[in-house]
T-cell receptor, first 117, second 110 residues
Framework: GAGVSQSPRYKVAKRGQDVALRCDPISGHVSLFWYQQALGQGPEFLTYFQNEAQLDKSGLPSDRFFAERPEGSVSTLKIQRTQQEDSAVYLC???????????????FGEGSRLTVL | QKEVEQNSGPLSVPEGAIASLNCTYSDRVSQSFFWYRQYSGKSPELIMSIYSNGDKEDGRFTAQLNKASQYVSLLIRDSQPSDSATYLCAVKDRDDKIIFGKGTRLHILP
């Protein structure tokens, strides 16, 4: 597809359940970012990949959060033992490094809305 | 102190008037600054980037940067109802990742 694709768009989980959120970046985009956006807040940085290398994971809120991009394309954000405070929209964004350096433009997917009951 | 601060609004502006959105940032090292627009239920999209002190104009939008005061602003001239959205100020930090403010909700009154 032409844009960043995320799935599922909506996920309802019971507290304690594990969830996996998928991001398929724009074809050829080397850089991939995950952000968490709570209601009424701006996107909060979680982690960043360049190809398969996870260059920065300083924003992951706890060791229950784990992200991977094993082949340098599709990425999965996994949340173990979900808590109510994990309820948010999880945004994935991709870019080309040179374009990112020059313009800072991130191309966002539509997000995965997670609700933890 | 949060790295990027914005007034959450809502900011209500009559149609045709100038909307002024403001942002301050904490890290003096930052060199790259951005304004993203986010419609309700949608994902953010880049509308302006600015790197040097002064003004940068693109159509109805003008970004202003004052590094000494650590201040970034966005002016929207001839505001239209379609400009109603949340405007996110963003800064590229010293680790080269983009940090967003909470956003300012803008409401253009027809």
């Amino acid at each position: 597809g032409a844009g960043v694709s995320q799935s599922p768009r909506y996920k309802v989980a019971k507290r304690g359940q594990d969830v996996a959120l998928r991001c398929d970046p724009i074809s050829g985009h080397v850089s991939l970012f995950w952000y968490q956006q709570a209601l009424g807040q701006g996107p909060e940085f979680l982690t960043y990949f360049q190809n398969e290398a996870q260059l920065d994971k300083s924003g992951l809120p706890s060791d229950r959060f784990f992200a991977e991009r094993p082949e340098g394309s599709v990425s999965t954000l996994k949340i173990q033992r979900t808590q109510q405070e994990d309820s948010a929209v999880y945004l994935c964004a991709s870019s080309q490094p040179l374009q990112y350096q020059n313009t800072g433009e991130l191309f966002f997917g539509e997000g995965s809305r997670l609700t933890v009951l | 102190q949060k790295e990027v601060e914005q007034n959450s609004g809502p900011l209500s502006v009559p149609e045709g008037a100038i909307a002024s959105l403001n942002c301050t940032y904490s890290d003096r090292v930052s060199q790259s600054f951005f304004w993203y627009r986010q419609y309700s239920g949608k994902s953010p999209e880049l509308i302006m980037s600015i790197y040097s002190n002064g003004d940068k104009e693109d159509g109805r939008f003008t970004a202003q940067l004052n590094k000494a005061s650590q201040y970034v602003s966005l002016l929207i001239r001839d505001s239209q109802p379609s400009d109603s959205a949340t405007y996110l100020c963003a800064v590229k930090d010293r680790d080269d990742k983009i940090i967003f403010g909470k956003g300012t909700r803008l409401h253009i009154l027809p």
